[in-house]
Every structure is written in C-alpha cells, then in structure tokens.
C-alpha cells in the first residue's frame, strides 16, 4: 500500500511536468485514460461485518481512494467518491485529508526541517491511528 501511495502521489506531481517538457498526456501511464477504479469494484469492497471492520477491505478502500484523486484524465469520479464516503465517512475524510495536504505540498521547497513531507505522512498516521481506535478490526 505505501508504494502504491507514493506512486500516486509522484505521479500527480510529475505530470505538469511531464507535460510541460512537451509529451503526450496520452503518454504519460501505460493506462492513462483507463478509469483507475470502477463502481463495481468500490461496490464489492466490504467495509463492516457487524461492529467491526474487515481488515482485508482497508487496503482496496484505500488504494481506490488514492487511485482516484491521483488521476490525470479526465474521469469522473463523483459516484465513486460518494460511495466510498458511504462505506466510511471518517476513513474518507482522512484520506482526503492526506490527499489535499499533498496537493498543496510545495515539492520544489523541501527542507527537511521547515517543510517535509515527513510531517505530512506523519499527521496520517496520526490520524489513522486515532481512527481504529475503539474500532474492532479483524
């Protein structure tokens, strides 16, 4: 899932850049204009059992979550959103959270005291923690 995060995350930066050097959007991922998730995909992740979570189903809500925010084609999404924010509005907020702290991450002026992306990551994690507390995860 952290690899995946970050791959998401580093192509959203790159690709302003990408294409202000001239190529292709259409260029730019092997898929790129594939849609990154489908309503039948969120739709067969199965957040809740009872009173708990599934553990199993935090990595795909997640990823799908990611896969979506970090898509450079013109997508529509909304469906998708508001459904994996009906699955789970708190988890949601927090990987929107994430996702619009990174938006507005100056990647040209990292200083690894004044500005990191530690501190961004850190936070998260935070946040992820402070959520499955109290939560039965199995």
């Known amino acids: 899932?952290?690899?995946h995060?970050?791959?998401c995350f580093d192509h959203v930066k790159m690709y302003p850049e990408y294409l202000q050097l001239?190529?292709?959007p259409d260029d730019f991922?092997?898929?790129a204009l594939e849609e990154k998730s489908t309503i039948k995909i969120i739709k067969s992740i199965k957040m809740k059992f009872l009173l708990g979570y599934k553990a199993i189903s935090l990595d795909p809500y997640i990823g799908n979550s990611i896969s979506i925010y970090a898509d450079h084609a013109d997508n529509q999404y909304d469906e998708h959103l508001n459904l994996l924010e009906q699955k789970?509005?708190?988890l949601f907020e927090i990987i929107s959270k994430l996702?619009?702290?990174w938006i507005h991450f100056d990647i040209?002026?990292?200083d690894t005291i004044y500005n990191s992306d530690i501190e961004l990551f850190e936070r998260f994690i935070g946040d992820m923690e402070e959520w499955v507390k109290n939560k039965i995860i199995v």
């Open 22 to 24: 001239g190529y292709s």
């Open 99 to 101: 996702w619009n702290n």
């Open 1 to 3: 899932m952290c690899d």
């Open 5 to 7: 995060i970050s791959n």
């Open 88 to 90: 789970s509005p708190e």
């Open 29 to 31: 991922l092997r898929n």
């Open 108 to 110: 040209t002026k990292i």
